[in-house]
């Protein structure tokens, strides 16, 4: 494992990230593919085709359908879904947040009653390591509480202090798990987590303290769930000067297009976020211009592409009146299209913004996307 950090201008960094299953060039964003699949019909030959790095699974999801030591039996997670690029496991804490009304959480782990059949699942540092050393991904994430980033100062601190435990157990657990002869992976990789809501000097002392594990990479967690905008960034500018800069840095469940410009500027690399497939199952598909609804009746006899000049499957052959009477019809192939065309349209802005950052002209690039993307069409 090595994290080449290759360019920098501001805080915005440009790096090489190499791990065992190849290399990911940042900043990068990565699609989420909750039970080892994108939603949408989109299958790992689509995700080659549109330029996906690196594909993110569910660790609370494949363990309780259809299950991390099945999974293991069939070779792991890179054999079972046919992906042979980056896999990363998020670790089951954002559960904790998520499925707030059916856990509950003591300093040994997470007692949860399962979503699909109300069966009782417990899952603390250990289980979570072990379930994703099942899955054999590339990179696995600490297990965490993440508190809503409007929480009561009082439990905030509380729920860090438990998550740093938590995180030296994390550790410990991945380093016995990679000595084992029968671990899929002996090269996962473990993130820590920071977390700390809106609280400036909570987040930056989290922040001090994991930064001296020497973690492979460091996450900012417990964002995008409550707070404004606004109070995102402003954490950002406080806490990412203190993670170290010579590893990558993840911003978790974020975001729009907006949002992870302003974020790349305040020095984050690693993305992921649900709103591409999520927004396109729903017929909204993101271009240069601004986000367009093809369920709108203006686009009934529009033989336009959904952007002339995309290079995705669905631009290179569709138009929007096609895409929206497949969508009315309630045809799969009109979700189909709008989820490959968003996950193209992020995954090429991050290859435009890893352009802009080697030739120095991140800041201009920025400034005309955002401009572009709000004009909106002529």
């Keep these: 494992m090595k ?139 600490a297990f965490d509480e993440c508190p809503p980033a409007l929480a009561e100062r009082k439990y905030v601190e509380d729920s860090v202090a438990r998550t740093t435990r938590w995180l030296h157990r994390c550790k410990a657990e991945m380093a016995r798990l990679n000595s084992l002869d029968d671990t899929i992976n002996k090269e996962q990789l473990l993130f820590g987590i920071n977390q700390g809501a809106v609280y400036n000097d909570i987040r930056i002392e989290h922040a001090k303290i994991i930064s001296e594990l020497d973690l492979p990479g460091y996450a900012v967690g417990g964002l995008a769930v409550g707070e404004s905008h606004e109070q995102m960034y402003d954490v950002l500018d406080h806490v990412v000067p203190y993670l170290p800069q010579n590893k990558p840095t993840y911003l978790m469940g974020v975001g729009t297009p907006a949002n992870i410009l302003e974020s790349v500027e305040r020095g984050i690399d690693f993305f992921d976020c649900v709103y591409p497939s999520r927004n396109g199952r729903h017929g909204h598909v993101y271009t240069n211009h601004g986000k367009l609804n093809l369920f709108n009746q203006k686009f009934e006899k529009d033989m336009r592409p959904i952007e002339e000049g995309c290079g995705c499957p669905a631009c290179r052959t569709y138009s929007r009146a096609y895409i929206r009477h497949l969508l009315k019809a309630k045809e799969m192939l009109g979700m189909r299209l709008c989820v490959l065309h968003n996950l193209y349209f992020y995954n090429t802005m991050m290859e435009e913004i890893r352009d802009a950052l080697d030739a120095g002209m991140f800041a201009t690039y920025k400034k005309n996307k955002l401009a572009s993307m709000e004009a909106g069409e002529d």
């Design 3 to 141: 994290y080449e950090l290759l360019k920098t201008e501001g805080k915005a960094k440009r790096g090489r990230f190499h791990t065992v299953h190849g290399v990911i060039e940042t900043p990068v964003f990565m699609n989420v593919g909750t039970v080892a699949a994108i939603k949408g019909a989109v299958s790992t030959d689509d995700l080659r085709q549109i330029k996906t790095q690196v594909e993110l699974s569910n660790t609370y999801h494949l363990h309780v359908r259809t299950g991390d030591k099945l999974i293991k039996e069939l070779g792991g997670l890179h054999k079972f879904m046919a992906w042979d690029k980056p896999i990363l496991t998020d670790s089951g804490g954002f559960q904790v947040f998520s499925l707030a009304g059916i856990r509950k959480i003591k300093e040994e782990g997470v007692t949860f009653n399962s979503h699909i059949d109300g069966r009782k699942i417990f899952m603390g540092p250990e289980e979570s390591m072990q379930i994703q050393s099942n899955l054999g991904s590339t990179i696995a994430m």
